[in-house]
Structures are given as C-alpha cells and as structure tokens.
DNA sequence: TTAGGGTTAG
C-alpha cells in the first residue's frame, strides 16, 4: 500500500522527524527498561531513488500469499481471542509487524484495538505514539466513540511521560483528517480534565487551536469547570476568550461557568460584562445565572454589596426568572454574613410569600446566623420549627448550634448537643470534632480536647489540619511553644500539610514569646512552601516587632507587604498605631491614624480604645475632629 | 457540563 498524499507530504521531513521523536522518546505504553525505549522501526520510511516508500509496504508484506495467509490466521485468533495461539504464532512474526499488517489489511479497528490492548499488557509492547494515533483514527473512522473514550482514558491514566506536545505532533503523522483529530484531540481533552490533569487538559485546549482542530463546547464546559475549581479564574477568561476567537460558540452553561469563576475571585464587575456578552449573544440568563452572581456580590462584594445583591435579585425578577430555593438560601446566607440577620429573617418571609418552601439549608443559614450573634434561644426555636414543618435537622445544624453555645463559652451544653448528634442517626463530622476541640483548647481544656481527638480516631473520623491548628494554638496559649511545634510535627507525620492558618499560630506564638527573629524565619519558609502569607501573617509579625519597640522593622514588614500586593488594612494601622502610641510618638501615630482616614478605611472599636487609651489619656488630641463619629464607630 | 449552609489564625 502506497503512502497517501498527506503521509508523502508529512514524510518529507521525516528523517529530521524521526530524530526529534527518538530524542523525546514518544510513546504511548510502559517501557518495562530503558531498551523499550527505543524507536522501533516498522514505522520507519526509507527514502530511496523514487521518493518516499514504506519500509513495511504492501509489497513487501501483502503481496507475498503466505503473508496474506498469515494475516487472515492472526486476525481470526485476534477474534476468537486465542491469545496463547497468537503468541505461539508471534514467535516467527515481530508484533509491531503483526499490527502495521492488521493496519493496511484494512481489518476490523475493534480487532486492532483488541490486539493493540494486549500485545501491550501481555507482551508489555510499548507501541509508538503514531501507530497509537493511527488505532484511534480507524476507530474515529469506524465511529467507535465509546471504544476510543475508554481507550484514551486508560491512556491518559497510565501515561505519565508523554506530552501534551509529543501526542499532537504523533497524531498529525498518523492522521490527516481534521475531523478524526477533532474528535480525538476532543476526547483526549476530557480524559484528561477526567483523569485530573487539568493543565494537560488545557495545553490540549491551546494546542487543538495550533493545528485548527475544532472542540466540542461540551468539552470546553468541562475544562471550564476543572479551571474554575482549581481557582485558574485567568485561564478560565483565556479559554473563554480564545472559545469566541475559536469560534466554538459558548452555551449558556459556559456562560454560567465563566461567570462563576470571576465571581469566586471577586471580579464581580467582569462577571457582569460577561452576563451583558450573554444576553447580547441571545443567551438569556436563567435562574442558574442569577443566583451565581448574587453569591458572588454577598461573598465577595464590598461595600453595599447586599444592596447589589438584591438589586441583581430585582432584575431576576423583572426579567420574569422565578427564584427557587437556593436564590433565597444565598440572600438570606448573605444578609447574616453581613451581620443583618433581620433583614436575613424579611428575606425568609418573603420565600414564603412566593411559595418558594424553605429547606434544611435555609433554616441551617438562619440558625448560623443568630448563633453568630449570640441569639441561642431563637437559633434553638428555630430549630424546633424546623423539624414541626417535618425538615430533620443534619449535621451541619447541629454544627452551627454547637458552635453557638461554644462562642458562648458554654461548651458542656454544646458537648450535650454533640451527644445529641448519635441518638439522631447522625454522624458528627471533622468540623463538628474540630469545633468543639477548639472550644476546648480555648476555655484551656487540653486533656479534653485530645481526649476528643483520640475519640474521633476510634470513630474513624480522620483528623485534618484544622483539627491540628486548634490543638496547636491551644498549646501556644498555653505558653507551650515546644510542644506545639511537637505537634506540627506529628501532622506532617500523619500526611498532611501545614496550611496558611498553622504558620500564622506558630508566628503569633513565637512573637509572644518575643522571637520575632525566628518568626520571621516562619515567614521565609512558608515562601519556600508556596504559600502566601496572608494579613493575618504580616499584621502578626508587626504587632511582635512593635511590642519589642522596634518599629523600623515595623515598618519595613509594611513594605514587603506592599510589595506583595497586599494593602494595609485597620488591623494592620491599629498595630502600628498601638506600637507608635506605646512608644510615645503621639505624633506619627496620629499622622498614621489620618492615613488610615484618607485611604478610606473606617476605624473600628479596636481602634477607637486604643486612641483613648494611649492619646487622649497622655492629653493628645488626636487631629481627627471630623472622624470621631467614624472613630467610636458604634456610637 | 453550571449556582447555596457548618470549624481553626491577627
């Protein structure tokens, strides 16, 4: 069989090819040792004084009768799957050479795959890229979806070496059917969005458009999705703009991923754009939409952002979208996060007036709500009303009451609940441990707090690193900074990490102890880690250099953070301005206060003991007339 | 293939 116009074109450049390939080792199985690895070479073309000519040719193979005898045996043991015949039969064949004959014998592509699929596994034959690629173009040809799907999933699963790169350049060798390698490049794409490996997944994205492969939008969703719970919000707005140039026209759940994706990072006026991108795409809106971006505005807007939160909520409405149950879940989650648990029960009201029955989720933001402030009693009456309309209360109920009775140092009462927890048929889950551990540690309970621990360990409930961060920070309370650092240990012992939360305790505690050198050391290695210290973390440390008078390195901390890319906020001014105050220089703290006033940051109560108690006390007046309502804030 | 609730650090 002659070459076809597109492999001529192609083996053009093959001996230049041929050497990249071995140079990157292609392929698509397990090399059982380094001499696997070798390019074998039925795939070889030799040139000679015509041209371009296969090296495994029909001439060579198919025109001999033995050959064509041989064929038709090894393809009917492939069918009636008489493997330990065809290995007896493979003894006096190469197996590359018994698939190349399968391939321009025209056979079934099922028979192919079988073959392929065994000869690697028991044979442990590491078959090229490009014959790979060829296997799922006659299958693409043959219409074999299901087969190629799960075919490319075990591929993707086990491959661990070949690149994204390596993969397209064997398929443009073995295929010249941009419809085929659409197909394949699109499902490739998913297995490994499937198989987690979401940045090959988006390489593949990037590179189906190199070569003018056209995607599924289905696919594309999927990638969306997988960038979007990675936190990639810039590839999710890259994907979602190259989809447009693409010409792979986004659905309305692309719409609503995107959306989502810019809403979780707080790019809510982006979010936005795009929902005006969608209408003017005649993409309307729906309930999913809308509920996306009034999360967003209640998690992750600013100011008044429970204002534009009901106002996309108006719009829904306008627009005739009806709201369901979780539109109001997240209104009324809103309005208590935002400490409005009023306007939060108005919202309640106003579900029923529209028929729209609240869930267990509803009451659970509610009861939240109310234990957040303190309400106990009408958290608990809630409670009850909500198993009277025949709603039975989970876990996370019993973890949002739990936490209301311990934020109300009433731990033994919240120990009844967690006891409650069994009797129902529930089981208490890591934050219910966690929660009660840490009230524990707070109230300096530690034995009952490792008694806890240890009790979950029997439960099977694994402790995370939350559950280790309260049992830490109890033990830096307790001024025992040896054995906490002991117990990070252990964590990191028992697999799991140290997060954000565990280095921001173990520098609070070592500036408490006056050790900012080594707090600072803390600083450096959660760098080294790849995390990124967060307020919490730079206001700690500032706070530790001010209580040892030294505001220069104060100051220079307020740089880096700076530099970071992280603005001062109150807490950080109430730190410095407390450690300008202590040191007398009433001055430069009340300049710092000002600054504070300028950058459009409100004084909270912290703030406003910390000018009476160390400026206005000393006979200072602080030069802040027009901000003392501001200042005592509450009043 | 898209949207909601509970824990830890200043």
């Known amino acids: 069989m002659a070459p076809t116009s597109s492999q001529v074109r192609f083996f053009s450049s093959i001996n230049h090819r041929l050497h990249l390939q071995k140079r990157a080792v292609l392929f698509w199985g397990f090399p059982s040792s380094s001499k696997d690895l070798e390019i074998p070479n039925e795939n070889i073309f030799l040139r000679n004084k015509e041209g371009l000519r296969p090296f495994c040719s029909a001439d060579s193979i198919l025109c001999s009768a033995d050959s064509i005898q041989d064929i038709s045996f090894a393809t009917e043991l492939i069918r009636m799957q008489h493997w330990s015949k065809l290995k007896t039969h493979l003894k006096t064949t190469n197996p590359t050479t018994l698939l190349l004959q399968l391939f321009n014998s025209d056979a079934d592509p099922v028979l192919i795959l079988r073959y392929f699929c065994w000869s690697t596994k028991e044979l442990r034959i590491s078959h090229s890229l490009v014959l790979t690629g060829r296997l799922l173009d006659a299958l693409a040809a043959a219409k074999e979806y299901p087969k190629m799907r799960s075919f490319l999933h075990k591929f993707v699963k086990n491959e661990s070496f070949s690149s994204v790169s390596s993969v397209f350049h064997a398929l443009s060798m073995s295929s010249d059917s941009l419809c085929h390698n659409s197909i394949i490049i699109d499902m490739l794409m998913l297995a490994y969005l499937k198989n987690m490996k979401t940045h090959m997944g988006f390489e593949a994205f990037k590179r189906a458009g190199d070569y003018g492969l056209k995607l599924s939008v289905l696919s594309c969703n999927q990638l969306l999705s997988a960038l979007v719970k990675e936190g990639k919000v810039e590839d999710v707005e890259y994907v979602y703009k190259d989809m447009r140039r693409r010409r792979i026209e986004p659905n309305l759940i692309s719409f609503n991923i995107v959306i989502n994706g810019l809403c979780k990072v707080g790019k809510l006026n982006k979010a936005s754009d795009v929902m005006e991108d969608m209408k003017s795409m005649a993409v309307l809106p729906n309930v999913v939409t809308y509920n996306t971006l009034i999360d967003g505005y209640c998690k992750k807007g600013r100011i008044g952002k429970m204002y534009k939160a009901d106002a996309v909520f108006r719009e829904m409405l306008e627009n005739g979208i009806f709201p369901n149950e979780m539109t109001f879940n997240i209104l009324i989650d809103g309005f208590c996060k935002d400490e409005n648990v009023s306007a939060a029960m108005k919202v309640f009201e106003e579900m029923e007036t529209r028929g729209v029955k609240a869930g267990v989720i509803t009451y659970n933001s509610l009861i939240n709500g109310l234990c957040r402030y303190g309400k106990l009693d009408e958290a608990t009456g809630l409670r009850d009303e909500m198993m009277a309309s025949g709603l039975k209360p989970n876990v996370v109920t019993y973890n949002a009451l739990i936490n209301g009775f311990c934020k109300k140092k009433m731990v033994d009462k919240a120990r009844e609940l967690f006891n409650d927890i069994a009797e129902q048929g529930l089981s208490p889950s890591v934050i219910t441990y966690n929660t009660l551990i840490d009230a524990y540690c707070k109230e300096g309970r530690m034995e009952d707090a490792f008694a806890l621990r240890n009790s979950m360990l029997d439960r099977g409930v694994l402790p995370d690193v939350s559950t280790y961060n309260c049992l830490i920070a ?133 703030t406003y003991l910390i000018v009476r108690a160390e400026m206005m006390e000393k006979g200072f007046v602080p030069d802040i007339e027009g901000h003392m309502y501001n200042i005592s804030g509450s009043s």
């Open 474 to 606: 109890g033990l830096c309370r307790k001024g025992n900074i040896k054995g906490a650092r002991d117990l990070t240990n252990d964590l990191i012992n028992n697999g799991l990490t140290a997060d954000l939360v565990t280095y921001n305790i173990l520098i609070g505690a070592l500036c408490k102890d006056g050790q900012s050198k080594m707090a600072v050391r803390l600083l450096d290695e959660m760098f080294k880690v790849g995390l990124s210290p967060s307020h919490v973390t730079y206001n700690t440390l500032m706070d530790g250099y001010c209580s040892k008078g030294n505001l220069v390195a104060a100051l220079n901390l307020r740089k880096q953070m700076e530099k970071e890319k992280k603005r001062p906020n109150i807490v950080t001014y109430n730190v410095l301005i407390k450690g300008f105050c202590q040191k007398g220089k009433l001055k430069d703290a009340n300049m710092l206060l000002n600054e504070m006033l300028e950058k459009g940051l409100i004084p909270n109560q912290t």
